[in-house]
């Protein structure tokens, strides 16, 4: 599975931004997709998870939303509200280990994108 993050940029305190994760290849054998951001000098950690099949979503902030386009093989990362507290490398992940249980824990995450940065301005 090949997972390919894009969307990220800078936008000002307050605005919005989607990010979009086109997954190719195996997509069948993964059932969860995630969210995970890394802030400088952080720890990366969970953002959101959609399941792929049923549409059940959670997020860890309320001005997230995350879905999905079956049709394109893609899940999307809607954010809003934005602060300088939300500046990170978001990575989007998937795996066929993960379960609703371990969602939220990225070791059980096989297959990661390479990142895509976003930068939020005071």
């Known amino acids: 599975v090949q997972l390919q993050a894009f969307g990220g940029g800078l936008v000002q305190a307050g605005g919005s931004l989607r990010l979009s994760c086109a997954a190719s290849g195996r997509t069948a054998i993964t059932r969860y997709m995630g969210w995970f951001r890394q802030a400088p000098g952080k720890e990366r950690e969970f953002v959101a998870a959609?399941?792929?099949?049923?549409g059940n979503t959670m997020a860890v902030q309320g001005r997230f939303t995350i879905s999905r386009d079956k049709a394109k093989n893609t899940v999307y990362l809607q954010m809003s509200s934005l602060t300088p507290e939300d500046t990170a490398v978001y990575y989007c992940?998937?795996?066929?280990?993960?379960?609703?249980?371990?969602?939220?824990?990225?070791?059980?995450?096989?297959?990661w994108g390479q990142g895509t940065l976003v930068t939020v301005s005071s």
């Open positions: 992940a998937s795996g066929p280990s993960v379960t609703l249980s371990n969602v939220r824990t990225q070791a059980a995450y096989a297959y």
């Open positions: 959609i399941d792929w099949n049923g």
